[in-house]
Each structure stands twice: as C-alpha cells, then as structure tokens.
C-alpha cells in the first residue's frame, strides 16, 4: 500500500509563511516527479510546482518568486516553502507524485499516479 501524508497547512496572515510537507510511504522502487496542485472552493484542481527526482523544478506564473518546491530523495518527501502568502492562496493543497511499484501481478514495474489526502491553506486578509 503505497500513500502519500501531507503535513503543515493552516491559517497564516498575508504576507506570513507556510511549509508544507509530503511523504511517501509504502512498498515501492522509486518516487519519480512530485507536484503540488491546489484547489479554492468552486474552481479546478491547478498545479502549483513540480520537481523532477533530479531536482529540476517548474511553477505555476501566479506563485513564480514566492514558493519554493524541494525534495528530500532519501526520505522520499517533498516540501512547498510559501512565502508573502495572499488571501488568492487560500485552496486546499494536494500533493501528487509518479511512483514505481510492482504491478498486481508482481513481474512487471509499473508507474502509477498517488494523490495525497489534501491539506488546507487558509490567507486571512
């Protein structure tokens, strides 16, 4: 059983700061790329930032220069520094990742998408 556990939202002023954290759990060979996507109240899931297993990163233009994505390969997380939050940022934040495990019929490795639980931001103006 292979999960992903999001950790470290909450209710932060503008202009504060959020760390969120994502762990990978389970049996499998290895966590290829790990996205973040957010969710406000009545609109579409958006990708906020990616990161490949070798580091290379990618961000949405609305959070370019205030949040960082980062991994930790060896304890297979992935985190989102938010910085100079706003009121805009107020989703939920899900936590998404490419994960190589074996198939059911344990003979092949297959890659397969995991989604996290989702974890509130809430920006008070």
């Known amino acids: 059983q292979v999960q992903l556990v999001e950790s470290g939202g909450g209710l932060v002023q503008a202009g504060g700061s959020l760390r969120l954290s994502c762990a990978a759990s389970g049996s499998f060979f290895s966590v290829n790329v790990m996205r973040w996507y957010r969710q406000a109240p009545g609109k579409q899931r958006d990708l906020v930032a990616d990161i490949t297993r070798g580091g290379s990163t990618n961000y949405a233009d609305s959070v370019k220069g205030r949040f960082t994505i980062s991994r930790d390969n060896a304890k297979n997380t992935v985190y989102l520094q938010m910085n100079s939050l706003k009121p805009e940022d107020t989703a939920v934040y899900f936590c998404?990742?490419?994960?190589?495990?074996?198939?059911?019929?344990?003979?092949?490795?297959?890659?397969?998408?995991?989604w996290g639980q989702g974890t509130q931001v809430t920006v008070s103006p």
């Open positions: 998404n990742a490419d994960i190589a495990r074996l198939g059911s019929a344990g003979s092949a490795v297959y890659v397969y998408e995991y």
